[in-house]
C-alpha cells in the first residue's frame, strides 16, 4: 500500500507540474478476475509496451508506465483465486488520461471472468 501511495503521489507531482491552473485530471476503475497476481502483473507490464508506455516503476502488485501526456497505474491483489485490479491515469489532458486508463484496462482485465 505504501507503493501505491507513492506512486499516486508521483502521477499527481507528474500532472501537476505539467497541467493548467485547474490540476491534473484523473481517470480510474477496478474489478476482480479469475487470475493470479503474477498473471495480472505480468498483463500490466505488457499492456504498458503495447500501448507504447515506457514501465517507470513496478514492486509485487503495482507497474506504473508513462506516456508522452500520461501515467497508468495499475494495481493487482490477490484476493485466493481472483485478483483484484485496479487501474488509474493521470494527465493534463481529460482525454488522455481516460484514453491511457481505458487501453490498458482494456488489455489487463480482458473480458470479464
Known amino acids: 500500500m505504501k507503493n ?8 499527481g507531482v507528474f500532472a501537476a507540474t505539467s ?16 487470475m493470479s497476481q503474477q498473471e495480472c502483473m505480468k498483463r500490466a507490464k505488457f499492456a504498458m509496451g503495447e500501448v507504447g508506455f515506457t514501465v517507470v516503476g ?3 502488485m ?3 508506465g508513462s506516456g508522452p501526456d500520461v501515467t497508468v497505474v495499475v494495481t493487482c491483489k490477490s484476493l485466493g483465486q481472483r ?11 481529460s ?7 481505458n487501453m490498458v484496462r482494456s488489455l489487463v482485465m ?4
Open 83 to 93: 485478483t483484484f485490479i485496479s487501474v488509474v491515469a493521470g494527465s493534463p489532458n
Open 95 to 101: 482525454q488522455s488520461a481516460e484514453r491511457g486508463r
Open 58 to 60: 513496478e514492486d509485487g
Open 4 to 11: 501505491l501511495c507513492f506512486v499516486m503521489a508521483t502521477i
Open 110 to 113: 480482458g473480458p470479464a471472468s
Open 62 to 64: 503495482d507497474v506504473a
Open 19 to 34: 497541467a493548467q491552473a485547474a490540476g491534473p485530471a484523473f481517470h480510474w476503475g477496478s474489478d476482480e478476475r479469475a
